[in-house]
């Protein structure tokens, strides 16, 4: 709430002007388009992915709690530092991807992956995927402990194969932790600094940075150290989350009613 | 049908092993820098296993008076801001999920509106909040603010949750003679037990890692929280990183060790047979 007072003061004076002068920045179209691929990509692999894990760590099998274990370390570890892990990880001369990436000849040559233009936005997004799954697949795996047993042995008895159950029966079942799981993940993502800020740090420009990045860029870091613009930065990224969590929200509703 | 239920044991085993691994083996590659002397870090080529073990990084990090207070301080913070959160999730999410009411939408909404401000841009306004209230350098300053940013989540898991229990089973408890309030307690509580446990381990996570406000509040060397106390190893005048990934390796462990504690009760199975 605060905010609005704060934004409100920087307006007051210059008026809409930090509005005008923030479309006339040749960096915006490309920082609004990285951010769509961004939360697009990132929160799609994620749902996707944290559907097939929580499907996993649901059945049971021995080690399961171990396992369990394991998939939280990331969400347990801070932000910060998983992304300078990822950094070493994915380092051109000493990083273990290259390391595996030659040793199976998928490529001849390694791969400045965090350098290079067409891997840096892939590499963001890898990291990205991945430290958002425990927290979306622990969000399903509780959605499925609710669901009651007696309804898979119903469709068992109807004769459903195991797709057509999770299809039929799983899948709506879980919809409202796939609404929570998704629309959290959504702003989350949005909103997230570290990862992009970390792995993107060595690259001039705002070529690969996404609409939070590029906020703080033009606040502290850049040519412009210019704080309305920045606040300008911020509202729109903020008109941006609400229309693309409203946008999500009625698609899911209207489907809810369309079933 | 044995062979093929072994089979299908084996396969699950094998995917759950190559799933615990992808998810540790960055981790790992940190674990065996944090046993590294301060040298071999900087050693060129790298190799993966130190060459001289050092644990006694770890025994550095767990005698450092910083890191200890810092410990003392976040976990008071993590485990009391939690307890809030969910404490006072429970009601909110119990009300809009059962109860329909005017503006009930708007509610939701406007909860989880307070996601999506960066914490970074509530800064100065939570600073001057709590300088006047004299809370600047208190645990409970972050205790608060952690429950508030944590409310959101906690509030919407908790609705969806008690949203899909069955209605029945609340009526058939009150036609037993439980009061509206003794449902709650003994029916839908234990139901939704997998959703409070998520909600618990996501409040406790995100204020364990929360750094922004508590760089911000903390001042005092003394009541600062693991976060902030770690960038301490790394700064433009000493770089322990060993002492860090070291430091950063004990930080998750507490977060490991609840989730272990905890992770029990994310198994319900009860609804099965509840309502024929």
Not at chain 1, 233 to 244: E, S
């Amino acid at each position: 709430m605060s905010r609005y007072s704060i934004t409100g003061l920087y307006q007051g004076a210059v008026g809409a002007l930090n509005y005008r002068r923030l479309f006339e920045q040749e960096a915006l179209p490309t920082v609004v388009a990285n951010t769509l691929v961004w939360v697009v990509a990132v929160v799609g692999l994620t749902v996707v992915i944290s559907l097939v894990l929580a499907q996993l760590l649901d059945a049971s099998f021995p080690g399961r709690r171990v396992v369990r274990w394991a998939v939280i370390v990331p969400w347990a570890a801070s932000l910060i530092i998983t992304a300078k892990l990822f950094v070493w990880i994915y380092d051109y001369y000493f990083g273990a991807l290259n390391h595996v990436v030659t040793a199976l000849r998928l490529t001849a040559e390694p791969v400045d992956w965090l350098g290079n233009d067409a891997t840096v936005m892939g590499a963001m997004i890898g990291v990205g995927v991945f430290v958002s799954l425990p927290f979306t697949t622990y969000v399903l795996l509780a959605g499925l402990a609710t669901i009651p047993g007696d309804v898979y042995e119903a469709a068992r008895l109807d004769g459903a194969s195991a797709w057509q159950t999770y299809r039929s029966v799983t899948l709506p079942l879980l919809g409202p932790a796939l609404l929570v799981a998704t629309v959290l993940n959504l702003i989350y993502v949005f909103n997230s600094f570290p990862i992009v800020w970390t792995l993107n740090d060595r690259n001039p420009g705002f070529g690969h940075d996404t609409m939070v990045t590029y906020m703080y860029k033009v606040a502290f870091k850049s040519a412009l150290r210019d704080v309305g613009l920045a606040a300008a930065v911020g509202v729109l990224n903020l008109v941006l989350v609400l229309l693309a969590v409203l946008l999500y929200l009625r698609t899911v509703r209207w489907q809810d009613a369309e079933a | 049908m044995r062979p093929a239920r072994r089979l299908r044991r084996v396969a699950l085993t094998g995917a759950g092993v190559a799933v615990a691994a992808f998810f540790v083996a960055p981790y790992v590659v940190m674990l065996l820098d944090a046993l590294k002397p301060a040298a071999e870090l900087r050693a060129s080529p790298p190799h993966v296993l130190p060459r001289a073990w050092q644990p006694g990084n770890f025994l550095d990090v767990v005698r450092d008076p910083v890191f200890r207070s810092a410990l003392r301080v976040s976990v008071t913070v993590a485990l009391v801001s939690t307890l809030l959160a969910v404490a006072a999730a429970i009601p909110a999410a119990y009300h809009t999920a059962r109860r329909r009411f005017r503006g009930r939408s708007a509610f939701l909404f406007l909860v989880l509106v307070t996601q999506m401000f960066s914490p970074t841009t509530l800064v100065v306004g939570l600073y001057r909040e709590f300088f006047q209230l004299g809370l600047v350098n208190t645990s409970a300053a972050l205790i608060l603010t952690n429950a508030a940013f944590n409310l959101a989540f906690a509030v919407w898991i908790l609705r969806a949750f008690f949203a899909s229990i069955p209605r029945e089973l609340e009526e058939a408890a009150e036609v037993d003679g439980c009061s509206r309030l003794g449902a709650l307690l003994r029916v839908v509580l234990p139901l939704a037990r997998p959703a409070i446990v998520t909600a618990a381990i996501f409040a406790f996570i995100a204020a364990w890692n929360e750094y922004i406000v508590a760089l911000t509040l903390m001042t005092d060397a003394d009541m600062k929280p693991i976060t902030v106390a770690l960038t301490s190893y790394v700064t433009a005048y000493v770089q322990h990183w060993n002492l860090l990934f070291a430091a950063s390796i004990l930080a998750i462990v507490p977060v490991i060790v609840l989730f272990a504690l905890i992770e029990p009760y994310l198994v319900s199975g009860l609804t099965a047979g509840s309502v024929k």
